[in-house]
Nanobody
Framework: QVQLVESGGGLVQAGGSLRLSCAAS????????MGWFRQAPGKEREFVAA????????WYADSVKGQFTISRDNVKNMVYLQMNSLKPEDTAVYYC?????????????????WGQGTQVTVSS
């Protein structure tokens, strides 16, 4: 089992920045690709970004390319999401997840371990 805890969310004005953190504990998470997803009120959970187990590859949703940056530190068991130039449409609960199953990196069903989420609210 891998336990994931997100932090760093909050209220920010449009154009501002936030850095989300995801702390992993329990079983080592270094073999897993890691992802960030988000869910806005009334909408389905959507893929935001992912990073391979060794940080050699990253993937981003088109909507956040050039705006968000995912990174990880396998020594500290941490995953990060740097979010810049935030917009009101980025408002959502953001979830960290560990990918354990075969399948597309963007598909939430290939992730078996999830955090509880952290709220990000961007005011206009």
């Amino acid at each position: 089992q891998v336990q994931l805890v997100e932090s760093g969310g909050g209220l920010v004005q449009a154009g501002g920045s936030l850095r989300l953190s995801c702390a992993a504990s329990g079983r080592t998470f270094s073999p897993y690709d890691m992802g960030w997803f988000r869910q806005a009120p009334g909408k389905e959970r959507e893929f935001v970004a992912a990073i391979s187990w060794n940080a050699g590859s990253t993937w981003y949703a088109d909507s956040v390319k050039g705006q968000f940056t995912i990174s990880r530190d396998n020594v500290k068991n941490m995953v990060y999401l740097q979010m810049n130039s935030l917009k009101p449409e980025d408002t959502a609960v953001y979830y960290c997840a560990a990918k354990t199953l075969f399948g597309p990196i963007q598909r939430s069903t290939t992730y078996d371990y999830w955090g509880q989420g952290t709220q990000v609210t961007v005011s206009s």
